[in-house]
């Protein structure tokens, strides 16, 4: 099968090309944010009218939820604006690619009677990030009601070797090491008030 992956040069994308290539796909990674402005219909359509993938695996996102509070507008035209360009892309095929649009778990209202979240739980987001990704499930929801094949996945915190140290994982182990090297026996560790 050949798929198209936006957002391929980014972790999860790179995770993901591995355990496509892994399975025997062909792997076509889409132009990172350098080469291609993901909002930007008519070049996303070139992309995928030149690929003709089989399925997308739309990840091409602003995925952390500081980049997102800092520069909302930015979140907005790329996680929704990316979005609804896969989708018009699509729609313009004389065929029918499946598209994976990747969310977020943020997306969910803190539960009632507390954790755990099920895909069941009610929308809530709270943040500039949750309230893109509820956007971009949306342009993939329209997608699907004109007829597209679309899934959405609302991933709970990705975190492994090559994440950037902007995140909080690698973040913790680079304050572990450091006061490991300087003979620390305490890190800053920020708001421990989260559960997933």
């Given at each position: 099968?050949?798929?198209?992956?936006?957002?391929?040069?980014?972790?999860?994308?790179?995770?993901?090309?591995?355990?496509?290539?892994?399975?025997?796909?062909?792997?076509?990674?889409?132009?990172?944010?350098?080469?291609?402005?993901?909002?930007?219909?008519?070049?996303?359509?070139?992309?995928v009218h030149?690929?003709?993938?089989?399925?997308?695996?739309?990840?091409?996102?602003?995925?952390?939820?500081?980049?997102?509070?800092?520069?909302?507008?930015?979140?907005?035209?790329?996680?929704?604006?990316?979005t609804i360009?896969?989708?018009?892309?699509?729609?313009?095929?004389?065929?029918?690619?499946?598209?994976?649009?990747?969310?977020?778990?943020?997306?969910?209202?803190?539960?009632?009677?507390?954790?755990?979240?099920?895909?069941?739980?009610?929308?809530?987001?709270?943040?500039?990030?949750?309230?893109?990704?509820?956007?971009?499930?949306?342009?993939?929801?329209?997608?699907?009601?004109?007829?597209?094949?679309?899934?959405?996945?609302?991933?709970?915190?990705?975190?492994?070797?090559?994440?950037?140290?902007?995140?909080?994982?690698?973040?913790?182990?680079?304050?572990?090491?450091?006061?490991?090297?300087?003979?620390?026996?305490?890190?800053?560790?920020?708001?421990?008030?989260v559960s997933?």
């Open positions: 099968m050949r798929v198209l992956v936006t957002g391929a040069s980014g972790f999860v994308g790179g995770w993901l090309k591995q355990a496509l290539f892994a399975a025997g796909h062909q792997v076509l990674p889409a132009p990172g944010s350098h080469d291609l402005d993901i909002a930007d219909g008519a070049g996303v359509l070139r992309l030149t690929a003709r993938p089989d399925a997308i695996a739309h990840l091409a996102a602003v995925s952390s939820g500081a980049a997102a509070s800092s520069n909302p507008a930015s979140a907005f035209r790329t996680n929704v604006g990316g360009a896969v989708v018009e892309a699509c729609r313009a095929l004389d065929y029918d690619p499946a598209v994976l649009v990747v969310s977020s778990a943020q997306v969910y209202a803190s539960p009632p009677g507390g954790l755990p979240l099920t895909e069941l739980s009610a929308l809530g987001p709270r943040t500039e990030y949750g309230l893109s990704k509820v956007g971009a499930e949306g342009a993939a929801l329209w997608g699907a009601s004109l007829g597209l094949r679309v899934a959405i996945a609302r991933s709970f915190n990705h975190t492994g070797a090559g994440q950037r140290p902007d995140f909080v994982v690698p973040a913790m182990a680079s304050r572990l090491l450091s006061a490991k090297r300087h003979g620390q026996t305490s890190i800053p560790v920020g708001h421990v008030v997933r």
